[in-house]
């Protein structure tokens, strides 16, 4: 069945640093897809990046990149010189190819990041 | 502007009280669920919708319905609400169900079943 499994409920990183945020997932399909969102205390679900299990390399948008290591079956988010703004809950999250049954976005429980300025 | 409008984004109920959460969505997407967050827990899904007249149950579907009339709208309906449905609400679209679809969120219902 498939999975996400986000091992870090929180973490607080000095501004202008570097961050990583953990997901594993599990998954018997060949073909899906890796998202992460983030989520503002003011509550909406923010898409920050994808990457496709196909996809030779990693996903990258502006300061966020997703280290894909398929082998591990690990999609962690990266994020370059963090903002105050960084703060917020952050959800890995996975899509099979549903050729049996509609296809679901399943979610990770998130991880709270907190920048210090 | 293409977006997933929900309603209301705040409700306050008691027990037993039939409510509706409305979801619209104005981008001709084919697939939609609604899902609900729990601290810990991530979101999980309640109902999904493949297009209009078919639904079907997700992981979390007791207490809920849904109907799926129109192709934008997708409404979810406690006819009975308990405690244990105080939760943060999302309504999702996409396109299509395929593994590189993103999801388009509302902005999220907060319910408090008293």
């Known amino acids: 069945a498939q999975k996400i499994t986000q091992t870090q409920p929180g973490m607080f990183v000095q501004e202008k640093e570097a961050v990583t945020l953990d997901c594993t997932y599990d998954t018997s399909d060949q073909s899906y897809g890796l998202f992460w969102y983030k989520q503002p205390s003011s509550g909406e679900m923010i898409f920050l990046i994808y990457q496709g299990s196909y996809d030779e390399q990693n996903a990258t948008e502006g300061r966020y990149s997703l280290n894909f290591q398929k082998a591990r079956k690990s999609a962690n988010l990266v994020i370059s010189a963090s903002q105050l703004g960084d703060s917020a809950m952050y959800f890995c999250a996975m899509r099979e190819a549903g050729y049996s049954s509609a296809s679901k976005i399943i979610f990770g429980s998130g991880t709270r990041l907190s920048i210090r300025p | ?114």
């Open chain 2, 1 to 114: 502007e293409a977006q997933v409008t929900q309603n209301p984004r705040y409700l306050i109920t008691v027990t037993g009280k039939k409510l509706t959460v409305t979801c619209s969505q104005n981008m001709n997407h084919e697939y939609m669920s609604w899902y609900r967050q729990d601290p810990g827990l991530g979101l999980r899904q309640i109902y999904y919708s493949m297009n209009v007249e078919v639904t079907d149950k997700g992981d979390v579907p007791e207490g809920y319905k849904v109907s799926r009339k129109e192709k934008r709208n997708f409404p979810l309906i406690l006819e009975s609400p308990s405690p244990n449905q105080t939760s943060l609400y999302f309504c999702a679209s996409s396109l299509s169900q395929g593994p590189g679809t993103e999801a388009f969120f509302g902005q999220g219902t907060r319910l408090t079943v008293v």
